[in-house]
Every structure is written in C-alpha cells, then in structure tokens.
C-alpha cells in the first residue's frame, strides 16, 4: 500500500518534525516523510530534514511580490513531491482561505495549549505560555487540530492536558508541554493515516 506522504511545514527548532520523522522510521507512523518547507532562513529544521535525506525549501515572504505567489509557489512544491497532508509544525506564517481551500481538511496543526484558551491570532510560541501564566490557570496543554480558514478554529483531533506549577516559567511550561506534542502529533498523523478519522461539523470522531 502507498504511504501517506507528509508535507511539513516549519519555522524553527523543528523538535515537532523530529518526532514525526522518527515515527516514521520506526514504523509506528505509516506515512513518509515527503518535503520540509521553512519559511525563515538557516533554521535548524532544515538540517533535521538534511539529515535524514528528506527534500528541504526555504521560502521567504520577502521574495515573492504578494501573498498570493508565495502561496502559490508552496503549493507548487507540495505538489510536486505528491504530498497528501500538510503538517503545520511550528510554522508561523498564517495561511490565508485560498490555500486552505487548496487542501481542504489535508492540513492539520499542533497548538500548545487547549483550544479554544489561549489561541488565535498572536498566540504562538512562548506568548502563549506567558499569557497560561499570567492568567494563572492550573491545566493547559496540547491540541492537534484540522486547519480552516480561521486561526486556530478547526475541528479538534487530539488533546492532552499538562499541569501548570507554581514555579513554572515561560520556558520550563514549554518543555514540559513539549514532551507531550511529540507524543501526541504521531498519535494525531497515525490515526489520519489508518483513516480512522470521522469529521461530524466541529466534532472528530475516532473508529
Ligand atoms: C511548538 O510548541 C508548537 O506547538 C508551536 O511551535 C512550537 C514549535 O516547536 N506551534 P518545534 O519547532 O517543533 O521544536
């Protein structure tokens, strides 16, 4: 049977791809990794991708005339390399209605908390674990989530809840939520690769 090929979309460290890749080696994962893209220069995703043989874009908003081109041209190289699902792995560039309408219900994300808390535009990063912080709530965590055309809106897949301590910093909430996307973005691809994936409106069902 063919794999389903991924298409990961990125902007930084990259620990979300590393997982995803790794999960496809050991074949917990049946899916390949087809294409990374980059939208910043000389991340270090990009040298993950290297390292594993897996074709690696840099794309900068900076070289193309409007959005519509850069998009068109991501586009392009999904195409190119076949790639069934869009994985938004730490990827910052909000992708506007005519790209999500190109793959609709094929890109899915990762967001570090529960949605629909602290999401949306200007959530990304470390501001949303500040804002987990300063609003003091005990419980945040991970959501994996389809892409519509809002931020952060799409039907929910998977979530997992991470607790909040009292001497928890910006960064040390981050790491801890961290240990939980790379469990939770395989669980997520896996159960989109077995089709065993219903979407009902807002509600994903699990088979
Ligand atoms: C992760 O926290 C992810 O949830 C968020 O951006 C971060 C990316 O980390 N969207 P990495 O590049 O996968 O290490």
């Given amino acids: 049977m063919r794999k389903l090929k991924l298409g990961v979309l990125v902007s930084g460290g990259g620990s979300n791809l590393q997982s995803i890749i790794d999960s496809c080696e050991t074949g917990y994962l049946p899916a390949e990794t087809a294409v990374v893209i980059s939208n910043k220069p000389e991340v270090y995703a990009l040298e993950r991708a290297n390292k594993h043989d897996i074709p690696a874009y840099t794309l900068l908003s900076k070289d193309y005339k409007t959005s519509r081109e850069y998009e068109d041209e991501l586009i392009f190289i999904l195409e190119k390399h076949d790639v069934d699902l869009v994985v938004l792995a730490g990827f910052i560039k909000v992708l506007s209605p005519y790209f999500v309408s190109k793959f609709t219900r094929k890109i899915v994300n990762i967001h570090p908390s529960l949605i629909p808390s602290f999401c ?15 609003y003091g709530v005990k419980i945040t965590g991970v959501t ?38 790379h469990k939770i973005y395989p669980e997520a691809l896996k159960l989109y690769a077995e089709d065993r994936l219903i979407i009902k409106g807002r509600r994903v069902l699990i088979k």
């Avoid at 949306?120 to 300063?134: C, D, L, P, S, T």
Wanted: charged share 30%.
């Fill in 144 to 181: 994996v989530h389809f892409v519509d055309e809002g931020t952060d809106t799409g039907p929910i897949i998977l979530q997992r809840a991470v607790p909040v301590k009292d001497d928890d910093t910006p960064d040390t909430l981050a790491a801890r939520v961290l240990i939980e996307e």
């Fill in 120 to 134: 949306g535009r200007g959530f990304y990063g470390k501001k949303v674990h500040e804002a987990v912080i300063e």
